[in-house]
């Protein structure tokens, strides 16, 4: 039950209720392999969105920096 939306408008949801979150979270880190921080892993902080491969080579940077 998978949906990929390309662009969706206000005038396409029903809905009785809707909410949405907002948040400041500082820097998310998410690990290949939480007992390898120094190994792959994604940060996001701010603007900026950095990959690293396993051998802890920046290997994608994206954003504001």
């Not at 998310?28 to 792959?40: E, F, H, R, S, W």
């Not at 900026?48 to 940077?61: A, G, H, P, S």
Request: glycine content about 6%.
């Amino acid at each position: 039950n998978n949906l990929v939306v390309d662009y969706i408008d206000a005038s396409k949801i029903y809905a009785t209720s809707l909410s949405a979150v907002s948040a400041t979270l500082g820097t998310l880190i998410t690990y290949k392999d939480p007992a390898n921080p120094n190994g792959a892993r994604m940060v996001l902080e701010g603007s900026l969105i950095q990959v690293y491969d396993d051998n802890n080579i920046m290997r994608v940077r994206m954003g504001l920096w």
